[in-house]
């Protein structure tokens, strides 16, 4: 499997996670980082030795770049992504996907015209105690499955604040 090279916008707690993860992972190289707060940026960039743009267009036009985690509060999904499809970048963007449904669709539309891949990072199923319930069930081994409920417990993240659990989950 060859090496992606990619980017992440916006560093807070998610693109911080996204950064971590790519700079593990045998088949990504993370060439670079954007965030408009300078400290965060500063503590991503040392961490992983990776380039840090200050501008999210800056790092758009790095031709190094093939794909992007698209990483900022949801209200500004739709801009960030429309801008990374235009500059023909592949884009991994956190849930939810947009703010409204209609600014998902005009998104998902440019991708497929531009011919990138975009998706939404709904990673709940990596998730090893969700792997280890589908195992269960799959193998029958915890019989025959009448119902099932989950409740993921912990405090309300305060990443979601500008959307709210409920649109976060939704769209």
């Given at each position: 499997m060859r090496t992606i090279n990619v980017g992440v916008i916006g560093v807070g707690a998610m693109g911080y996670n996204h950064a971590r993860v790519y700079s593990k992972l045998e088949n990504a190289n993370l060439v670079a980082v954007a965030d408009v707060v300078k400290p965060t940026l500063d503590k991503v960039v040392k961490k992983y030795k990776t380039k840090g743009y200050s501008e999210i267009e800056d790092l758009l036009k790095d031709p190094e770049i093939e794909a992007v985690s698209v990483c900022v509060p949801t209200t500004f999904h739709h801009e960030v992504v429309m801008e990374a499809i235009k500059h023909g970048k592949h884009v991994l963007v956190e849930k939810p996907i947009a703010f409204t449904a209609e600014e998902a669709e005009e998104m998902i539309e440019a991708a497929k015209e531009a011919g990138v891949k975009l998706a939404t990072g709904h990673v709940e199923r990596f998730n090893p105690a969700v792997q280890k319930a589908k195992e269960l069930i799959e193998n029958e081994g915890i019989g025959d499955l009448?119902?099932?409920?989950?409740?993921?417990?912990?405090?309300?993240?305060?990443?979601i604040k500008d959307v709210g659990v409920a649109i976060d989950l939704a769209i």
């Open positions: 009448v119902t099932m409920s989950a409740k993921r417990v912990g405090p309300f993240p305060p990443r």
